[in-house]
């Protein structure tokens, strides 16, 4: 997937990704990736700032946890956080659907 058109849709994705669980970030990377069937396949370097962001955001909490022996971050999606996805995903489906539209009618 190419990277311009990942902007703006990432926040998006991670919060979708969430709202079926918690989990640190490697485990929201394999999520993303094998939900997408390999198509959004990123970066720790694209993840990881974009967590601590929406973090910052209030969008996200996360406290440290043991996980098969290690120390990890764990990200959960708060109320705030459900709020803004349900918001964005209503967006993204309302733009999607105008582009797919217009694109039928290019025939």
Do not use: C
Not at 34 to 57: N, W
Not at 77 to 104: C, D, I, P
Request: no cysteine; hydrophobic share 40%; proline share 3%.
């Amino acid at each position: 997937m190419r990277s311009e058109k990942l902007k703006g849709n990432l926040d998006l994705l991670l919060l979708s990704v969430l709202a079926s669980g918690p989990g640190h970030g490697y485990s929201i990377i394999t999520r993303l990736r094998d939900r997408s069937a390999g198509a959004f396949d990123l970066p720790e370097g694209t993840v990881y700032p974009a967590l601590h962001r929406l973090e910052q955001a209030g969008l996200l909490d996360s406290n440290w946890e043991v996980v098969a022996g290690r120390r990890r971050r764990i990200y959960r999606l708060n109320l705030a956080g459900e709020r803004s996805l349900a918001e964005e995903a209503r967006e993204w489906r309302s733009f999607s659907g105008s582009v797919s539209m217009v694109l039928g009618g290019s025939t």
